[in-house]
């Protein structure tokens, strides 16, 4: 069962919660899937929308709009690249050099759904900027964080840049090892800044990472070990 969802900001305009890994972002597609995050806040906040995606198995910073102007405006946001997001994730190895940026295109896996796959031809534009914070070891096994940014917002897109470069995120059943203990996927949206809706007024907001393994192992920004 995912964790409770906590409300990291709320007025008239928007909801911004720290999503659980293990949640929907958007209402799923069977009976058999479990609640999305505004199904879980209905009782409390109303009538909400999400304004982007995570994926489910990726904790971390999601937008909800109140009404269907709000959701319009922070989709024009979105559209226009005048959001930024950053996250982090615990991958397996460790990258080549500090840092990095990786342009390669996605297309849908319509042998393997629902994976992606890079095609140069059919592939729709992803570009992931990457650096590298802190090494260590999980499991016996050696584990970097890296915080990764987003310049494109492609469906599984900093899964498979970061399955391409060798380094597949720690818990990834997609395009990660499948000899490695089960454990929630380390990809958690930390931090994201947007114009708010009602006013164009620069948000910025922010979420540490889970408590849990991997992530303990690690230094992670801001002291906590």
């Known amino acids: 069962m995912p964790a409770a969802v906590r409300i990291v900001m709320s007025d008239d305009e928007i909801v911004v919660v720290d999503k659980p890994s293990g949640m929907p972002s958007v209402p799923a597609r069977t009976p058999l899937d479990p609640p999305d995050v505004a199904a879980v806040l209905a009782a409390r906040c109303g009538p909400l929308e999400a304004a982007h995606r995570l994926d489910r198995d990726t904790s971390g910073l999601l937008v909800l709009a109140r009404s269907r102007q709000a959701r319009s405006r922070l989709g024009r946001a979105f559209e226009e690249g005048l959001v930024e997001k950053r996250y982090l994730a615990v991958v397996h190895g460790a990258p080549g050099s500090r840092t990095g940026e990786i342009h390669l295109p996605l297309a849908d896996d319509v042998a393997c759904p629902p994976r992606k796959r890079i095609d140069p031809i059919m592939g729709r534009r992803a570009v992931t900027r990457w650096r590298t914070l802190h090494a260590g070891v999980w499991d016996g096994a050696e584990v970097t964080l890296v915080e990764l940014e987003p310049l494109t917002g492609r469906s599984h897109q900093l899964r498979v840049h970061l399955a391409w470069l060798g380094c597949p995120i720690v818990g990834d059943r997609l395009y990660g090892p ?48």
């Open 178 to 225: 499948t000899d490695r203990p089960a454990t929630c996927l380390a990809l958690h949206a930390t931090a994201i800044v947007l114009p708010h809706p009602r006013d164009g007024g620069r948000l910025s907001l922010t979420s540490p990472p889970p408590e849990a393994p991997p992530w303990q192992i690690l230094a992670l920004p801001g002291g906590r070990e």
